[in-house]
């Protein structure tokens, strides 16, 4: 058995007989207009193929492995079409075929966040996605070093019943430019969360980068990557059995903890939200319990009620009076629980959560919303809850495992390769948190990533979008040096010096507390508004924040010009503006007073007589940064000098 097995990464094809298709060849497609398409697939009888579309026919003949291709002409925007496929004894008929434009959409967890989980904060969006002209491919997750054929997933129209699994940012980008040009648009959806961008990347792509290459022969050694695999499986489940085993409010002998009645007289106290370690239970892993009790009315308990917890760290199983009605497996995920009528019962009711903490500060994550709501009525449920250690165990060694779809080339083989024959207009890519460390070498692996998916595709230049990241983690309160600012620049830089590339600005619309901001709304929209600028080519849009080009030295002042200002700048939300920093020859950065002079920033402090650099948003969360142009697009965090940063700690 291979490592991809033992991961459940199948690769599967339509298979008809002798005639095979791969899975992005399929009915509801979406293929790129008014450009030849790409079609493909296996005679494995090595017959020819013939391939009808628009009362015209078309022969391929397969090559010695039995793959064959052509190219449809180019088919402007429109359908439904039928393109029926044969070869020997074999007929397919792939139906529901639109002609538009094809996105591909890639990059780790924020790319591949669903709507799902926006349901509860913009439930009117997947209520009103009905959209028979936007449709997602979702590639199936396969890790693979070397290039694989096929893949897994299906086309999927936009609808309430499908659009809960779609990219939420790919989703929000298309239908902003479904809306403006009117034409179907298509997203090939590839993503995987954690994983850096050197996994995303060919082995071709990655020359010059020999720390990566130097691991691809033990990579592609399937031997080794089965050991490997299998210890790290044996550590997870070992560690998982032993705190199941040695959990005592699951001691078979006893009451379960989660029961409604257990008496919790010699549980401690702790404030929610808040980390069981900041009262009495430091460097806990494993499991910990906790409690609230909170009294409902007659009124209030005829319908289902809605338990809102928030984000815990790191696992959590919920109860409500001794029944389980939710669980979630990571702490990312928003914890919303259904609870049925027939649990609510009126006076004193009791919610227990059982939370595995695997490493890290273990609890209930900060300004998040933790209530339940009863027939519009909210009950908070902050403030004081009962909790009691499970068993703590250390935690579980996670930094001996190599997660192979973080290696390179991991996920360029097996998520990217099998569909380069496919014609897209262009890619969207949202990454960068998992690199975020090694933020000098960005812009250059970035740029390689690029370069190295126009030269696969082989359909030239194609436009390329990218999210620069958000703001994220504690804000800090004098200016510092800062890994995410780093990043963000790499980001900036690369689509500021590679072709037919745009960006898109969110530092206004993170969450200090949560890596996965929810606002995907707004990303795709300012993606969408990169998009229409770099791909359809619009010249009077202002797709853009104002982007730092050049300063001068006054005196003690630093002023500063701008592109993109649109009609303007303005300080957003008035006031004066923030996040602005400046430094002498001694490279000690200070804030600073920073005014808007016509289309240009006048920068200075008094501290700093002979100032020679100037910085802004220059923070992992810079809190506060208001700079805009008056179209209300965001400046994007810069620096005007090149020092080499001190990596944060």
Not at 135 to 145: C, D, H, K, P, W
Not at 449 to 461: E, N, P, S, V, Y
Not at 493 to 518: A, E, W
Request: aromatic letters at 12%.
């Amino acid at each position: 058995m291979t490592l991809f097995s033992l991961l459940g990464l199948l690769m599967v094809s339509i298979s008809f007989g002798q005639l095979k298709l791969p899975a992005l060849v399929s009915d509801s497609m979406v293929l790129q207009r008014d450009k030849p398409v790409t079609i493909w697939g296996w005679s494995m009888g090595g017959d020819n193929v013939t391939i009808t579309f628009k009362g015209e026919s078309y022969i391929a003949k397969p090559t010695s492995n039995y793959r064959w291709e052509l190219k449809l002409p180019p088919t402007q925007a429109g359908g439904p079409y039928e393109i029926k496929i044969s070869s020997g004894k074999s007929n397919i008929t792939v139906k529901e075929v639109l002609f538009g434009d094809v996105w591909l959409c890639s990059g780790q967890s924020n790319m591949g966040f669903q709507m799902q989980d926006l349901a509860a904060n913009y439930p009117k969006d997947l209520a009103n996605s009905e959209n028979n002209l936007i449709r997602e491919f979702a590639i199936g997750r396969q890790i693979s070093f070397t290039p694989k054929e096929t893949t897994n997933g299906q086309w999927k129209r936009a609808c309430p019943a499908n659009i809960s699994k779609f990219s939420a940012v790919a989703y929000y980008m298309i239908k902003n430019l479904y809306e403006k040009y009117k034409v179907p648009m298509g997203v090939i959806h590839t993503s995987w969360g954690g994983t850096p961008a050197e996994a995303w990347v060919s082995e071709e792509g990655l020359k010059g980068f020999n720390n990566y290459l130097e691991k691809l022969p033990s990579l592609k050694d399937s031997l080794w990557t089965d050991s490997i695999a299998k210890r790290d499986k044996s550590v997870t489940s070992n560690w998982y059995k032993e705190i199941k085993e040695k959990d005592r409010g699951l001691n078979k002998n006893d009451k379960p903890w989660y029961s409604e009645d257990v008496n919790t007289a010699d549980w401690k106290t702790m404030k929610v939200p808040g980390n069981w370690e900041n009262y009495g239970a430091k460097d806990v892993h494993g499991v910990v319990w906790a409690k609230k009790e909170i009294v409902l009315t007659k009124e209030m308990i005829t319908h289902d009620a809605l338990l809102n917890l928030g984000r815990i760290a790191d696992i959590d199983d919920t109860y409500f009076n001794g029944v389980k009605v939710g669980t979630s497996p990571m702490k990312y995920s928003f914890r919303r629980y259904t609870i049925p009528a027939n649990l609510l019962k009126e006076g004193t009711n009791v919610i227990t959560i059982r939370i595995i903490s695997t490493g890290g500060a273990g609890g209930f994550i900060p300004e998040k919303n933790y209530n339940i709501t009863l027939d519009n009525q909210v009950i908070d449920l902050t403030g004081n809850w009962k909790y009691k250690v499970g068993v703590s165990v250390p935690a579980i060694a996670s930094n001996t495992f190599t997660s192979f779809q973080n290696q390179p080339t991991g996920l360029y083989n097996g998520m990217i390769a099998p569909f380069t024959s496919y014609t897209i207009k262009g890619a969207a890519w949202y990454q960068g948190e998992s690199n975020a460390s090694r933020y000098e070498e960005y812009q250059k692996l970035l740029t390689a990533l690029i370069t190295d998916w126009r030269k696969q595709f082989a359909q030239g230049d194609f436009p390329f979008m990218i999210v620069q990241l958000a703001n994220y983690l504690s804000p800090k309160t004098e200016p510092v040096e800062s890994n995410w600012a780093g990043l963000r620049e790499s980001q900036l830089l690369t689509s500021q010096t590679v072709s037919n590339s745009g960006l898109g600005v969110t530092i206004d619309i993170g969450d200090t507390y949560n890596i996965h901001p929810l606002n995907k709304g707004e990303v795709g929209r300012r993606l969408a508004l990169a998009a229409e600028k770099v791909a359809y080519h619009e010249e009077n849009i202002v797709y853009s924040g104002p982007s730092f080009k050049s300063m001068t030295v006054q005196g003690n002042k630093v002023v500063l010009t701008f592109d993109n200002i649109g009609s303007g700048l303005y300080v957003k939300g008035g006031g004066a503006l923030k996040q602005f920093a400046i430094a002498g020859e001694d490279k000690k950065f200070v804030w600073a007073k920073a005014v808007i002079s016509g289309n240009q920033i006048i920068v200075s402090c008094d501290e700093v007589t002979n100032p020679v650099a100037v910085r802004y948003a220059w923070a992992d969360n810079p809190i506060g940064c208001n700079l805009y142009n008056k179209e209300d697009l965001p400046a994007s965090p810069f620096r005007t000098d090149n020092w080499k940063q001190e990596k944060a700690k």
